[in-house]
């Protein structure tokens, strides 16, 4: 079945550490997301790539980066100067070149330790 | 800049009862296009409706309907005879039009459905 794969779904982080989220798909499509989700704040978009190396800021990029090698693999680093990173991170894709609906991974919980 | 409001926190039912959820977007695009989507307990999102702003026309798909009124910015959310499985947290999102060739959605901050048995 075609879909978007997040791992791991838990993840801890250390102080000071750098830590990766993956998020591989298999529809084929073109774009893709990260958005951070916190409890009663909504969806809030990090990063976001239309093609394959390219990528753009979203509205809370800073202490976050991200790579696009390749159409299937968008995955997000969480770096040390993200002071507040706990949440939960969904990746979505999305395909077609018009307004189309957005697939969702099942999320990452990240938590510091 | 778009926006979209969910004034609703949280919604606790009792199951079969009619449930509305609200959705208030601003946007000074013509064009545009909104969505709701349901985040069950396991977290991934999953796509329920999709409706672009030239089209007016309520739609009901089972027990669910959705009222769409430009008048006044508004796409609401309606569960006819809510189940337990109806519980979960409801976003509506707002997407114009493509923004450096890329369609960027923007969220509501989502309503909470607790439907008791």
């Known amino acids: 079945d075609g879909g978007i794969t997040q791992s791991p779904k838990y993840l801890f982080r250390k102080e000071g550490q750098n830590v990766t989220l993956s998020c591989e798909q298999n529809l084929n499509h073109d774009a893709m997301y990260w958005y951070r989700q916190d409890p009663g704040q909504g969806l809030r978009l990090i990063y976001y790539s239309q093609i394959v190396n390219d990528f753009q800021k979203g509205d809370i990029a800073e202490g976050y980066s991200v790579s696009r090698e390749k159409k299937e693999s968008f995955p997000l680093t969480v770096t040390s100067a993200q002071k507040n990173p706990t949440a939960f991170y969904l990746c979505?894709?999305?395909?077609?070149?018009?307004?189309?609906?957005?697939?969702f991974g099942s999320g990452t919980q990240l938590s510091v330790l | 800049a778009q926006k979209v409001t969910q004034a609703q926190t949280e919604i606790s039912v009792v199951e079969k009862e009619d449930v509305t959820l609200d959705c208030v977007y601003e946007t000074r695009d013509t064009t545009y296009y909104l969505f709701w989507y349901k985040q069950p307990p396991s977290g991934e999102l999953v796509f329920l409706i999709r409706r672009n702003s030239f089209d007016e026309q309520n739609e009901i798909s089972g027990r669910y309907s959705w009222n769409f009124q430009k008048s006044t910015s508004s796409f609401n959310f309606t569960i006819t005879a809510s189940q337990v499985v109806d519980s979960a947290v409801y976003f509506c999102a707002l997407s114009e039009a493509p923004r450096g060739g890329s369609y960027i959605p923007t969220f509501g901050r989502g309503t909470s459905l607790i439907v008791h048995p």
């Open positions: 979505a894709s999305r395909g077609g070149r018009t307004n189309e609906k957005l697939f």
